[in-house]
């Protein structure tokens, strides 16, 4: 066996100063200490993996502390310290209620808690995924936690407070951990490389913080698989193929295409993501993501929102901000949005996606031709149209296509509801088909695409243009 020990469990932070991103917190607790103002029973809640145990049991050490330091740390030497290090304590007690959630379990708790702690002053019953505890375990528990004996106290864990009860809240003193920042986290990892002798490339880290999502664990566990994979070298392009993120080019790519109304452009960009065995979920909700981030880099006061710290990237995004408008960015964060409500329900996903991509490109010739060319507008879909639409609004779109009338519509919309079941062909599949007739032309133009698949389906056409979708 080796002596390997995962990054998550080699680098669990034995002092409060080592903890990171709980700043706030771990003072109010050092206070407390300090001033010997301990309360009975403790609440920490948050998101998975941002340090909830890890403070519960350097708080424990601490407060047994024979000797306690200066600046509130435990000294890590006194005879309690040294048997809390080597995990020999018998004042520490930790119950995982996921697994132990019954009266019984609580009931053999609380009749080990009345005798008295050999050496140090306190019993520390740290109980981990509180909100499992069964409602009758809970209610065994509510005597012995408001009143327990002067020598015990109780840290309690959760990922989810709402799941506790009333009574339970109220008798305990709650502290609410946070998610920890991207910069955060990058900044701990770049300390564990040095230290592993890996070497890292910032992107690449920045990458694996946003993966993990506020929560320390899960960056180090990924920090550790991707190490292995990569031979101790962690480089931004290792990160990407062993997480199967996509590269963030590929948004920019595609977002700068949209700027210049280019669909076919778009259409061939999402066609490689898709190529590449990308969900299409997933680039939806990177899109989004992406049009978020472009957002927040536009005003200098919600700049503090954008969390990639590292200069290049963050300089690109600044670049592409300068050439989107608000208005541009609201109504394609609406849109994809939108999209991403709908994928769920939709029959043909790629279709929505590529829709959305059309919607978005249309999207910048409405913005730029705004002014100039009133008539060249987006028609909103017939569907979103059909009941809330004002007389005024009506007139005009009756007008402007003469070939509904308001009597036709209820009849269109069915046929139009038959179209997307019957129409099994997504476009890859009209690709193929028009591959094996051109060989030599290997992707078409939306023009192509919508002739060939109106050919097909006269009532498509009806459904181009009402989407406006003319080429
Ligand atoms: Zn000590």
Redesign the pocket.
């Known amino acids: 066996m080796s002596d390997y020990i995962v990054s998550a469990r080699r680098y669990r932070p034995a002092t409060f100063q080592s903890v990171v991103g709980q700043r706030p917190l771990i003072t109010t607790l050092k206070n407390a200490i300090q001033n010997s103002k301990l309360a009975h029973a403790y609440l920490f809640c948050g998101p998975r993996g941002v340090g909830k145990t890890t403070c519960a049991r350097i708080f424990a050490k601490t407060i047994n ?3 306690l330091k200066e600046d509130g740390e ?5 005879d ?2 040294q048997s809390f290090n080597e995990n020999r304590s018998h004042n520490i007690y930790e119950l995982d209620a996921a697994s132990n959630n019954s009266v019984e379990n609580i009931r053999f708790l609380t009749e080990q808690m009345r005798i008295p702690p050999q050496i140090g002053h306190y019993k520390v019953y740290i109980i981990d995924e509180v909100h499992m505890l069964s409602t009758s375990a809970f209610n065994a528990f509510l005597k012995t936690l408001e009143e327990p004996p002067h020598h015990a106290m109780f840290i309690l864990a959760t990922t989810e407070k709402y799941k506790i009860i009333p009574t339970i809240l109220s008798r305990c003193q709650i502290y609410d951990f946070s998610r920890i920042t991207i910069n955060d986290i990058v900044e701990y990892l770049e300390y564990i490389a040095q230290n592993e002798n890996i070497s890292t490339e910032r992107e690449a880290l920045n990458i694996i913080a946003q993966k993990a999502d506020g929560g320390m664990r899960d960056a180090l566990s990924i920090f550790d698989r991707v190490a292995s994979f990569s031979a101790n070298n962690i480089t931004y392009q290792s990160v990407i193929e062993n997480l199967n993120v996509l590269d963030y080019e590929y948004y920019f790519r595609l977002v700068e295409a949209i700027l210049i109304g280019d669909v076919s452009c778009s259409l061939l960009i999402l066609n490689k993501i898709i190529r590449k065995g990308f969900d299409l979920q997933q680039v939806i909700v990177g899109l989004s993501d992406f049009f978020r981030d472009i957002m927040v880099c536009k005003d200098p006061q919600t700049i503090v929102l954008f969390e990639i710290g590292d200069s290049a990237i963050r300089e690109k995004y600044l670049n592409l901000s300068k050439q989107c408008t608000s208005d541009f960015l609201y109504n394609a964060l609406e849109l994809s949005n939108e999209c991403d409500l709908n994928y769920r329900y939709s029959k043909n996903k790629r279709l929505l996606v590529e829709l959305l991509l059309i919607r978005l490109c249309q999207l910048c010739c409405q913005l730029l031709t705004d002014g100039k060319d009133k008539k060249k507008r987006v028609i909103e879909p017939l569907i979103a149209k059909e009941k809330n639409v004002s007389v005024k609004q009506e007139q005009v779109f009756v007008s402007e296509k003469k070939s509904i009338i308001e009597s036709e519509i209820p009849d269109l919309l069915l046929k139009v509801n038959k179209l997307r079941f019957s129409l099994k062909k997504s476009t890859e599949d009209i690709d193929n088909e028009r591959n094996q007739v051109y060989p030599q032309q290997q992707l078409f133009t939306d023009k192509e695409k919508f002739e060939f698949l109106t050919k097909k389906n006269p009532v498509l056409i009806i459904l181009v243009e009402t989407f406006n979708l003319s080429y």
């Open positions: 502390c024979t000797c435990a000294c890590n030497e006194c309690f310290c």
